[in-house]
């Protein structure tokens, strides 16, 4: 709700109150779609089950293409959109710690709590580890401070490192996509397993 | 037909119509015409020449003045201290900074009040604050502060003391005239208050 709480058109406790709700929404969904289960969501790595992919990549094409339309019409001022600024070390070191703390407990932060809530122990048990690292990084925190806070490029657009305009951009992220859903269903024939 | 066909029979044709049409760079109105209206109405765009002179005489850093007029016209006279941006320049990219900003008080000027005023109403528009218009113009400039008429004597004292911040204003700024008395020369209005805009609060999001 980044832009309404900016412009203050809505209060904070509304702001908080609606994250609340698009946060059970989210979670629900993720459960719906059978997300908190560890099996399913390390099978996008062995390539038996590339669901987790495939429902993240149409979310992220669907939501792109969203707001640029929006944005043609008028309706949403993309200067107001939030960017996640880049810190490039800290994104490729903490890419990979999460990726393989991703195959080897089988959630992401977000899966872990989905898989809680319905009372899975390896759930428990990852949300255990996750708190553990969070500790650590805290306690140690002088320690790699500097790699952190490490080649800043403030919230550049990949379309706009690349040149492109965002249209031209997002139309080859939608072929990139695509061709990603293709490999991915090939893979599920190429290494399937009866149960999961 | 498979969902991925389906998606791609979808997706497909709205991102060669997104790759295909311009950017849309331009921003949403962020004044309604009731407010915009509503601010006509009490004058809150208005500074008097008494607060003008004032802050020009004082030297205050947060005073800018915007001639609004063509470049002949500025080149020919000028309010001192005054950067020309003509009205038909208003948008250009080079002057966005000076006209959005919330450092400076922007008074723009014309010879009378109309041009100054479509210059705010256009500034305003777009969402910009503390741009303000010199109220008359400065055909009323050149009547009020370099040559004030004395008021008749039956006047009351507050007219003297405006008259005698005029006149030595006038003087201090190039017009003509002496200080004959020395009153009390509490007399430049209240100026307008310089808004800073709200800062823009971070919003952050993740997995």
Redesign the interface.
Known sequence: ??PL??N?LISENTNLFLAFIIGIGFGFILEQSGFSSSRKLAGVFYGYDTVVLKVFF?AA??AM?GL??F????WI?M?LV?V?PTYLTSAIVGGMIMGAGFIIGGY???TSFCGASIGKIDALVFIGGLFIGVFIFGIGYDLWDGMYMAKFLGSPKVSETLGL????F??LL??VA?GM??VA?WAEKKFPRAEY | MKPRTLLALFVIPMGLIIAAVPQNTTKPYKLTAEELLSEVNTRTQYVTPDAVADMIVKKDPSLRLIDVRSQDEYEKYSLPGAINIPVTDLLSDQYTDILDQDVKMNIFYSNGTLTANEAWMITRQLGYNNNFVLEGGLNYWFDAIMNPQKPASTSSDEEFAKYDFRKSAGQALGGGGVVQSAQDQNTASAKPVVKSAPKKKKAAGGC
Not at chain 1, 71 to 74: I, T
């Open positions: 709700m980044g709480a900016i203050e149409t094409i669907t293409l640029l339309f944005s043609l019409f008028g001022d200067d939030y996640n992401c932060p977000g305009t965002d249209g031209v997002a139309f939608i072929i695509l859903f293709w269903e």
